[in-house]
């Protein structure tokens, strides 16, 4: 059955969400390491002629009888760059209505960029967003400004309301991901939420993109997503099915329980290539089931902040 238009409305406010989540998984931190969510003053820097003169220590001017200004958190702070893959695959679960408590990979993929930009916003970090399918379809810069954060929110809210299962949709990661690499501001933070689903790709010819993002400098954390209890598991009634391919639209039926065992063993054999490749490029995989919240990418995006800064 296709999936209906997800309305907005039906979720509410998505910054509104967001903050909210954010919230309580900060509050939930307690007495953890990660702290201080405010600008603190960090060092001092040599004065640059004609730039403000607001932020000169004039102490230290008279001790040094040199200009210095105090250099804040925020200058240092990192530019963040969150990427969704946006094909057909990603649909899936196919509900016909999904929502917060059961929903598909795209619509945890927007939710987890909604509250990334929040938790990114109150660091000061700058964010940007870019979205693929089967071309590069959205890419901002990373800023800060609370305008821009508006236009993030905005184009998040234009995903929820897409439906690539009417014009499929196939994954071209590649493509958009050199794109992307060459766009950003070196040594960025790029995360991926993707499913890894290309059928017209191997794993190993889709991370020659990845490469190039390292080969720029750029810190790389993969969420992979999946609804762990079907795709991985192959989780089913013992009763024939009728399976349709949510990106090339072929069907095939047949009963999963026939196939679980070999199913499984692929899907296995598959995850650990996908660990190996990470592992041997250096970049952060986040295993994601879909149904667990988003505390996972949180805390993966505290702990690779504070290794890069």
């Known amino acids: 059955m296709p999936i209906e238009r997800i309305k907005l409305a039906d979720f509410g406010n998505l910054e509104l969400l967001a903050r909210q989540v954010v919230e309580g998984f900060i509050t939930g931190l307690h007495k953890s390491p990660f702290h201080g969510f405010s600008v603190e003053f960090a060092e001092h820097r040599l004065y640059n002629t004609g730039e403000s003169t607001r932020h000169i220590d004039w102490k230290l001017f008279g001790r040094t009888d040199k200009l210095f200004v105090k250099r804040y958190e925020e200058e240092t702070n990192l530019r963040c760059q969150l990427v969704i893959d946006a094909s057909s695959s990603m649909y899936y679960p196919n509900f016909e209505?999904?929502?917060?408590?059961?929903?598909?990979?795209?619509l945890f993929a927007i939710y987890a960029s909604a509250v990334m930009m929040n938790l990114l916003k109150r660091q000061r970090d700058a964010v940007g967003l870019s979205v693929f399918s089967d071309k590069l379809d959205v890419h901002t810069p990373n800023r800060t400004t609370q305008r821009h954060n508006r236009l993030l929110y905005h184009e998040l809210e234009s995903l929820l309301e897409d439906d690539a299962l009417k014009n499929s949709k196939q994954t071209e990661s590649n493509a958009a991901l050199h794109q992307i690499s060459e766009l950003l501001h070196k040594r960025s933070l790029v995360m991926v939420f993707t499913d890894f689903i290309n059928s017209n790709t191997s794993l190993e010819?889709?991370?020659?993109?990845?490469?190039?993002?390292k080969?720029?400098?750029?810190e790389v954390v993969l969420f992979y997503l999946a609804e762990t209890k079907t795709e991985l598991d192959l989780n089913f009634d013992n009763k024939p099915y009728k399976f349709i391919d949510v990106e090339s639209r072929e069907e095939v039926k047949l009963n999963p329980n026939q196939?679980?065992?070999e199913y499984q063993k692929q899907a296995k054999n598959y995850l650990?290539?996908?660990?190996?490749?990470?592992?041997?490029?250096k970049i952060d995989l986040v295993e994601v089931d879909v149904n667990m919240g988003f505390d996972k990418v949180l805390n993966s995006y505290l702990l690779k902040r504070q290794k890069m800064l």
Not at 97 to 106: G, H, S, V, Y
Not at 205 to 213: D, G, I, P, R, S
């Open 272 to 281: 650990k290539e996908l660990r190996l490749k990470c592992l041997q490029y």
């Open 259 to 261: 196939y679980k065992e």
């Open 215 to 218: 080969y720029n400098k750029h």
């Open 205 to 213: 010819k889709q991370f020659e993109a990845y490469k190039h993002l």
């Open 97 to 106: 209505a999904p929502t917060l408590e059961k929903p598909n990979k795209l």
